[in-house]
């Protein structure tokens, strides 16, 4: 399969490191004006150029990563240079229905990954027209290779930014909070980094391997008055979940402005 990225910057360079370490069989180019940033991906056999139109007309599947306010511009560069490609748009905010009215002659589809896509690790929603369910298809396909990729309604896509994209800095934060704390009990930084690193993804690989709900894991961590359940509850007090699902809706009331 032949991928066109279009915007090697975080998220495009991302994909593009996934495919190639996970998608082998994909020729993958990636664009962006200023390249001299991601020159380092022709190590990995990948084609950089400032030219968006490079070889286009060969690509199979089109993958927009450029800002919103930079889609239109972009769409309309390519469009008419496209030969059968599908179209896939990781942009937040840009509708298919936005994308179709610059492309009507191609397959649109949205997806929303997040930048663990390099390790293989993303969850992307993508979402699509029915009349575009075959083609759509193959790009779910590809995106299965980096993680999951689960089929969403569109009109979830800002909630899947939020829970999917921006949900990697909400995880961060956990993590780092972790980290800091470990500090204060008795640990090196590095120490206490590798620790609740390896902490936060043995838990989540736990839930994705039992597919149950985090409480039964719970139950499993919390000796009846031991030191796990007195300092959930304490978290809890101080406002933990709350916090959690306050700044979720808030990025998702500002994703909607
Ligand atoms: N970062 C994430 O975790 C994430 C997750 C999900 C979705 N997204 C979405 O993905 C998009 C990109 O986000 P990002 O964080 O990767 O932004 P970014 O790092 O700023 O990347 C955007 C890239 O687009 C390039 N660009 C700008 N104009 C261009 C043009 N006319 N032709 C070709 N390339 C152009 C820029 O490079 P030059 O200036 O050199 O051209 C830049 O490298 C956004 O719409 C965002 O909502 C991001």
Do not use: W
């Not at 490609?85 to 191609?106: C, E, K, M, T, Y």
């Amino acid at each position: 399969m032949n991928i066109h990225i279009i915007g090697g910057g975080n998220l495009g360079v991302a994909i593009a490191l996934g495919l190639a370490d996970f998608a082998k069989q994909t020729r993958i180019t990636v664009t962006r004006r200023h390249t001299d940033a991601i020159q380092h991906l022709t190590q990995k056999g990948i084609t950089v150029s400032a030219d968006n139109t490079h070889q286009i007309d060969q690509a199979d599947l089109v993958i927009l990563t450029v800002k919103p306010y930079q889609t239109a511009l972009v769409l309309q560069e390519i469009g008419g240079k496209l030969g059968n490609a599908v179209v896939a748009s990781a942009v937040s905010g840009v509708s298919v229905a936005d994308i179709r009215a610059h492309l009507p002659n191609h397959a649109i589809v949205r997806i929303m990954p997040n930048i663990a896509i390099q390790f293989g690790q993303s969850a992307t929603c993508i979402a699509f027209d029915d009349k575009d369910r075959t083609a759509a298809q193959n790009v779910v396909s590809v995106f299965q290779k980096l993680g999951t990729a689960p089929v969403i309604e569109e009109k979830l896509m800002d909630a899947a930014t939020v829970l999917g994209a921006c949900g990697t800095a909400y995880a961060l934060r956990y993590i780092r909070a972790s980290m800091q704390a470990g500090i204060e009990i008795g640990f090196d930084s590095q120490t206490a980094l590798a620790i609740a690193a390896q902490t936060a993804k043995g838990a989540a690989q736990m839930l994705l391997e039992e597919k149950i709900h985090p409480e039964q894991l719970i139950d499993r961590v919390t000796t009846p008055q031991g030191c796990t359940i007195v300092g959930l509850n304490e978290m809890e007090h101080q406002g933990f979940s709350s916090s959690l699902i306050k700044g979720i809706k808030t990025s998702l009331m500002k994703i909607r402005e």
